[in-house]
């Protein structure tokens, strides 16, 4: 597949590069940037095993892993990560993490559209999710004006700063997505 760049009004995705690291650990290794995450902030080497695996994922045949770094349009520095992974029944997963001086912007629910463009239109798939953790009500209110669904909560989903955590869903299918202008 070639490599994956899509713009938006204001952000694109495009595939990770070795340079991202930094970038990456600004997001990842911060403990507030992780909060809601599933997973406690990583080290240097753990990302850097991330940025490698991007890399690995984006020549795969076939490909079901997108792992993408989000960058505001016409510019090329790391303010996100954004991961699309593809499941039987032509559905993915998707998730995203933004740097913490970019919460806020209206950028979160921009990318979710990015991700849904790729999945729709570029590999054609009929459905998308995504889960986040109960207390994150930012994200919720993220995805669903982006145009997802809440579906309901995965008990004891995720084991993450010693102890487990829910995690509530959400979805679009194909027909519902309305692209937003630029995409």
């Known amino acids: 597949m070639t490599p994956v760049h899509l713009a938006g009004p204001r952000l694109a995705l495009r595939e990770v590069e070795p340079e991202d690291t930094d970038a990456l650990l600004s ?16 080290t240097l080497d753990q990302v850097q095993a991330i940025t490698d695996r991007s890399i690995a994922f984006a020549k795969d045949t076939p490909r079901t892993e997108y792992c993408l770094a989000i960058t505001r349009r016409g510019e090329h520095q790391l ?4 991961r699309l992974a593809t499941e039987p029944q032509q559905a993915a997963t998707i998730g995203f993490a933004l740097h913490p001086t970019e919460w806020g912007k209206g950028l979160g629910t921009e990318t979710v559209h990015l991700l849904c463009a790729l999945g729709f239109n570029v590999l054609g798939l009929h459905r998308l999710w995504a889960a986040r953790s109960p207390l994150n009500e930012a994200s919720a209110r993220t995805l669903l004006r982006a145009g997802m669904t809440e579906d309901g909560r995965i008990r004891d989903h995720v084991f993450v700063r010693g102890s487990w955590r829910d995690s509530i869903t959400y979805s679009i299918l ?4 309305s692209p937003i202008d630029g995409l």
């Not at 997001?27 to 990583?42: C, K, M, N, Q, W």
């Not at 194909?174 to 997505?177: I, L, R």
């Open 79 to 82: 303010i996100g990560y954004a």
């Open 174 to 177: 194909e027909h519902e997505w």
């Open 27 to 42: 997001i990842y290794g911060d403990p507030e940037a992780t909060r809601h995450l599933s997973f406690e902030p990583r």
